[in-house]
């Protein structure tokens, strides 16, 4: 059987694809925005993403000036934590963390009756170094976050929780919001989308640094 075996040049060419069957959609997008679209699609599979996905109030140089300054990056799974480039993340000396399994967090969500993303989400709005928000997973962290974050004020929140109970509306809430954000309208997202985001913008980054 002949097929491609390198990683590279795997990466390389489902690029290739995914840009011809985006077609002259793909200039809709900014130069900044197509490696975010890009590598959604790369991740899912799915060319509707290109449809679905908003990027707003200036979110990719928000977020990019704010992993320049070393910040901390909240993600409300930690598939999300465990997605993400940590050799990329270290050069630039900024740390991914959930609450989720934390045990005080277990506990609070236990007593009060409520998420544990609501409790992590909370937890994490009082860190003052945490500036970007990854929600992949539950609509109510992205609640609580919009709820709470005069506390914090975000540089990037990525908006793309998946579900069928809230994902939809709680995205819907984040665009009445003047912050910048990235979201995927509608029921689909997920973890894995969320990483994808914050690479298309790193690498850019990566790449830029020349490191």
Same mark, same amino acid.
């Given at each position: 059987m002949s097929y491609i075996k390198a990683p590279m040049d795997i990466e390389k060419r489902s690029f290739e694809i995914i840009e011809e069957?985006?077609?002259e959609k793909i200039n809709s997008f900014t130069e900044a925005e197509k490696p975010v679209v890009k590598r959604i699609i790369h991740t899912t599979a799915d060319f509707e993403y290109a449809d679905l996905l908003d990027i707003e109030n200036d979110a990719?140089?928000?977020?990019?000036?704010?992993l320049k300054s070393g910040?901390? @990056?909240y993600c409300d799974t930690n598939m999300i934590v465990n997605g993400l480039s940590r050799g990329i993340l270290e050069?630039?000396?900024v740390k991914a963390y959930s609450l989720v399994s934390d045990e005080e967090t277990i506990k609070e969500a236990k007593e009060r009756g409520v998420t544990r993303s609501i409790v992590g989400m909370e937890k994490a709005?009082?860190?003052k170094d945490t500036k970007i928000f990854l929600i992949g997973n539950a609509p109510t962290a992205l609640y609580t976050l919009l709820e709470n974050m005069k506390e914090n004020m975000p540089k990037l929140i990525v908006g793309v929780p998946v579900g069928f109970v809230g994902a939809s509306e709680s995205k819907e809430e984040l665009s009445k919001?003047?912050?910048p954000y990235i979201r995927i309208r509608g029921r689909k997202g997920g973890s894995t989308v969320a990483?994808? @985001?914050l690479h298309g913008i790193l690498y850019q980054m990566?790449?830029?640094?020349?490191?």
């Open positions: 069957e985006l077609g990719i140089n928000s977020g990019m000036e704010a910040c901390k @990056i050069k630039f000396s709005l009082k860190d919001y003047d912050v990483v994808s @985001i990566y790449q830029r640094e020349g490191m």
